[in-house]
């Protein structure tokens, strides 16, 4: 089932002196249960597409559908993880889960039971009332993840949300958030300009050109294993990095 389809988005930020072309004619479906990753160069637009498909932005032109219903602005079928985990630190963890169906109205014992459901699906039961500042960052992630979630989305945007981590951190919390989107059989567009990071989570990679940015290419990832990091042991693993790499660069 196709969860999103953009087709031939086009944006051109304007100013009273120019216009600026930031992408063009970009077309993307993703189905139902995908794990897709964005990567390009620096400046090509990646977090522009993210902007497009949750509402935030409107294009220039061309057409966005969420569950077959247009995108016009912010809705309740996408869910935003961002670069940090913007946890409130004077909220407890299990307070900061409950925000979005606090905000939405809709904090009511079905959203209190699902809430601590996936707390203790995924190792935060006992710190829930902790506060974030008592976390490492990797359980920090993990809570904002959660926190996402609770929102019931029907499609996750993931923009560089690892990127604030050491690298050590960033594998370990690679290979939770994984697990956890493929437990909660999510649908997920992340958008890195890590491409080893795409090569270990994604099941298709979309690489943009240089602005006004274009798909330059997309590949599928054909690498038998069940973990990002069962992902980076295998021999294909480098071969693929290579291939992605290539577009990117050139």
């Known amino acids: 089932m196709e969860i999103l389809r953009m087709d031939n988005v086009s944006l051109t930020y304007e100013t009273v ?17 995908e794990f897709i990753a964005i990567v390009g160069p620096s400046g090509c637009g990646k977090t ?31 869910g935003y993880m961002l670069q940090r985990d913007m946890l409130f630190e004077w909220r407890t963890i299990e307070k900061n889960v409950l925000l979005g169906p606090e905000i939405r109205h809709t904090l009511d014992d079905e959203a209190k039971k699902e809430a601590e459901e996936l707390l203790k699906k995924y190792g935060l039961w006992e710190f829930r009332k902790h506060y974030p500042g008592q ?16 929102l019931r989305p029907k499609l996750l945007l993931l923009d560089e949300p690892f990127s604030a981590l050491d690298f050590q951190t960033r594998l370990s919390v690679c290979n939770d958030v994984h697990a956890i989107i493929k437990s909660e059989k999510k649908t997920a567009l992340l958008v890195t300009h890590d491409i080893a990071e795409a090569v270990s989570l994604a099941d298709r ?10 798909v330059k290419r997309t590949f599928e990832v054909d690498i038998d294993a069940d973990t990002p990091l069962g992902r980076r042991e295998n021999g294909k693993f480098g071969e693929m990095f290579d291939k992605v790499w290539k577009e990117v660069s050139v």
């Open 205 to 214: 990679i979309v690489v943009l050109s240089n602005r006004p940015s274009v």
């Open 48 to 78: 522009t597409v993210l902007s497009l498909i949750s509402g935030l932005m409107k294009p220039s032109s061309g057409t966005i559908t969420l569950m077959g219903k247009p995108v016009d602005k912010p809705g309740a079928q996408t």
């Open 135 to 150: 976390l490492s960052g990797g359980m920090r992630q993990r809570a904002a993840l959660i926190r996402t979630l609770a």
């Open 17 to 33: 002196e120019s216009e600026t072309k930031a992408i063009e004619n970009i077309s993307l479906s993703i189905d139902e249960g």
